[in-house]
């Protein structure tokens, strides 16, 4: 007879296999897509199924908009044909709970078009699912603790104090591009230890380089050959390679002949060991330094772009923070413990809206693995599905006017009455984003350093168009003029 230990099941303690292969030729992709609806098991949400280009353009110009008319006229759960893909969409609390918490597991993000960023990425946080995920992350958690970031903050003040010095008065900025630019040199510095200005300062123009492509229209990025934005994104790729794998090769020799790693997260993948001792393949460290390179600036940059667009738009929102930091901070330098966003509570209202009307990360793009049932409607497996917290944080019926700036929807009283799902700009569940309170202090840095100085003033004639891909931007960068406080 069995033992009750016996009959339990036994965990598995295996190193997770890295996950297989994604196609990223266009006609196998269509023909993947093209099955999954032939031979799905129940019907689609209700929704615009017909074949439509001019849907298409609009979808590319304005998601927004097209989402939350769809909402309007189909209710929280909804089909679009986009090009020639019917794709369901979930918007509001409920579902963004749904897909990102209580039924998680019926999703995954590779093989959904999250998998678009794998030439670039690999398989890093962004890209796996799994227990290999869960690897990844339980690994790099610990270079995101509290402590650790409070560390990573005397190099994010002293990155910021050098691009300060050089702003004056009346001087026109773009702010999106200056931001750019010092997140991904806060990011190499702190997460890697690379210097932006050696032989590693080469990343940078690759890096931005690659993610050119993903700003690219639907049909540009389809294009194969030479010459085509993807055969410039698999260049840029493969030069951030040798540049990445031959710092792995230095940095192991270092730890070989020092016995110990370096205080950076690069040290810590490489002294990473599984349960049964094996640590990671420097294929592995590789996909994760780039994962977190592209995580770690580009969120950032937009937050603190949208947040002085609003600000510029409501002055009184601006001399709010600005009388905050006289009364708080004085003239005293800055620390890293007044970044952790309870020194300066009227700041961490404004940038908490400004997450709420630009989310970096305005989709979350999945497949789903088995067919479910939401809201009366039915969603069958092998399906793209996406939630999109740009659209649900502007609902009308959740965000009382929803497409004004006012940060005290996040006082302690009113965040209280939230609805569970409401507010998801940096996702939820297990794969809540891993380096959200790194990114949090270095947009509370960079603001607080440009007010204590000046305010920036956006130009009247300026209009914002967005740019969606990978991560909410203006399209046409954001000039501002620096003018006295």
């Given at each position: 007879m069995?033992?009750?230990?016996?009959k339990?099941?036994?965990?598995?303690?295996?190193?997770?296999?890295?996950?297989?292969?994604?196609?990223?030729?266009?006609?196998?992709?269509?023909?993947?897509?093209?099955?999954?609806?032939?031979?799905?098991?129940?019907?689609?949400?209700?929704?615009?199924?017909?074949?439509?280009?001019?849907r298409?353009?609009?979808?590319?110009?304005?998601?927004?908009?097209?989402?939350?008319?769809?909402?309007?006229?189909?209710?929280?759960?909804?089909?679009?044909r986009i090009?020639?893909?019917?794709?369901?969409f979930?918007?509001g609390p409920?579902?963004?709970?749904?897909?990102l918490v209580?039924?998680?597991d019926?999703?995954?993000?590779?093989?959904?078009?999250?998998?678009?960023l794998?030439?670039?990425?690999?398989d890093?946080l962004l890209t796996?699912?799994?227990?290999?995920?869960?690897r990844g992350?339980?690994?790099m958690?610990?270079?995101?603790?509290r402590d650790r970031?409070?560390?990573?903050?005397?190099?994010m003040?002293?990155?910021i104090?050098?691009a300060?010095?050089?702003l004056k008065?009346?001087?026109e900025l773009?702010?999106y591009?200056?931001?750019?630019?010092l997140a991904?040199?806060i990011a190499?510095?702190?997460?890697?230890?690379?210097?932006?200005?050696?032989?590693?300062?080469?990343?940078?123009?690759?890096?931005?380089s690659?993610?050119?492509?993903?700003?690219?229209d639907?049909?540009r990025?389809?294009?194969?050959?030479p010459?085509?934005?993807?055969?410039k994104l698999?260049?840029?790729?493969?030069r951030l390679?040798?540049l990445?794998?031959?710092?792995?090769?230095?940095?192991?020799r270092?730890?070989?002949?020092s016995?110990?790693?370096s205080?950076?997260?690069f040290?810590?993948?490489?002294?990473a060991?599984?349960?049964?001792?094996?640590?990671l393949?420097?294929?592995?460290?590789?996909?994760?330094?780039?994962?977190?390179?592209?995580?770690?600036h580009?969120?950032?940059t937009s937050t603190?772009?949208f947040?002085?667009?609003?600000?510029?738009k409501?002055?009184e929102?601006m001399?709010?923070?600005?009388?905050?930091?006289?009364?708080?901070?004085?003239t005293?330098?800055?620390?890293p413990?007044?970044?952790?966003?309870?020194t300066?509570?009227?700041?961490?209202?404004?940038?908490?809206?400004?997450?709420?009307?630009y989310?970096?990360a305005?989709?979350?793009p999945?497949?789903?693995?088995e067919?479910?049932e939401?809201?009366?409607?039915?969603?069958?497996?092998g399906t793209?599905?996406?939630y999109s917290?740009?659209?649900?944080?502007h609902?009308?019926d959740?965000?009382?006017?929803?497409?004004?700036?006012r940060?005290?929807?996040?006082?302690?009283?009113?965040?209280?009455?939230l609805k569970?799902?409401a507010?998801?700009?940096?996702?939820?569940?297990?794969?809540t984003?891993i380096?959200?309170?790194?990114?949090?202090?270095?947009?509370?840095?960079?603001?607080?350093?440009?007010?204590?100085n000046w305010?920036?003033?956006?130009k009247?004639?300026?209009?914002?168009?967005?740019?969606?891909?990978?991560?909410?931007?203006?399209?046409?960068?954001?000039?501002m003029?620096?003018?006295?406080?």
């Amino acid at each position: 007879m069995e033992s009750s230990a016996e009959k339990r099941p036994r965990l598995d303690t295996s190193k997770p296999a890295p996950p297989g292969p994604v196609s990223f030729s266009p006609i196998r992709r269509l023909k993947r897509e093209f099955s999954a609806e032939r031979h799905r098991e129940v019907p689609y949400p209700a929704g615009l199924m017909n074949f439509s280009i001019p849907r298409t353009l609009r979808f590319q110009r304005d998601p927004l908009g097209s989402l939350l008319e769809a909402y309007e006229e189909f209710g929280p759960i909804f089909t679009l044909r986009i090009l020639s893909v019917p794709v369901v969409f979930m918007l509001g609390p409920e579902a963004n709970h749904f897909v990102l918490v209580s039924d998680a597991d019926k999703f995954s993000w590779r093989e959904g078009s999250m998998g678009d960023l794998i030439p670039l990425l690999g398989d890093g946080l962004l890209t796996t699912d799994g227990r290999y995920h869960r690897r990844g992350r339980k690994i790099m958690l610990p270079s995101f603790h509290r402590d650790r970031i409070a560390m990573a903050g005397d190099v994010m003040l002293e990155e910021i104090s050098q691009a300060t010095d050089s702003l004056k008065v009346g001087q026109e900025l773009d702010i999106y591009d200056w931001t750019r630019h010092l997140a991904l040199r806060i990011a190499m510095r702190a997460l890697f230890g690379f210097d932006p200005d050696g032989r590693e300062g080469r990343t940078a123009t690759d890096f931005e380089s690659a993610l050119a492509y993903y700003s690219q229209d639907y049909f540009r990025q389809m294009l194969r050959g030479p010459g085509t934005p993807f055969d410039k994104l698999t260049k840029s790729s493969g030069r951030l390679d040798d540049l990445i794998f031959a710092e792995i090769a230095t940095r192991r020799r270092q730890l070989a002949e020092s016995g110990q790693p370096s205080a950076d997260l690069f040290g810590m993948l490489l002294a990473a060991a599984d349960e049964d001792g094996s640590g990671l393949s420097d294929r592995e460290i590789r996909d994760q330094v780039m994962t977190l390179l592209f995580a770690g600036h580009d969120t950032t940059t937009s937050t603190v772009t949208f947040l002085f667009h609003e600000l510029s738009k409501n002055p009184e929102a601006m001399d709010a923070l600005i009388a905050e930091q006289d009364s708080v901070l004085g003239t005293r330098a800055v620390t890293p413990a007044d970044l952790t966003g309870e020194t300066l509570p009227q700041l961490e209202l404004a940038v908490e809206e400004t997450l709420r009307l630009y989310p970096p990360a305005w989709i979350g793009p999945r497949r789903v693995m088995e067919s479910f049932e939401f809201n009366g409607q039915t969603v069958p497996k092998g399906t793209q599905l996406s939630y999109s917290s740009w659209a649900s944080h502007h609902l009308p019926d959740v965000w009382p006017d929803a497409e004004a700036f006012r940060p005290e929807r996040f006082s302690p009283e009113n965040k209280a009455l939230l609805k569970k799902g409401a507010y998801v700009p940096f996702g939820g569940g297990s794969r809540t984003c891993i380096g959200m309170r790194f990114g949090q202090m270095e947009v509370r840095a960079i603001t607080t350093a440009i007010l204590r100085n000046w305010r920036l003033e956006g130009k009247s004639d300026y209009r914002l168009s967005i740019r969606q891909m990978p991560t909410l931007s203006p399209r046409d960068g954001m000039p501002m003029k620096i003018v006295p406080r």
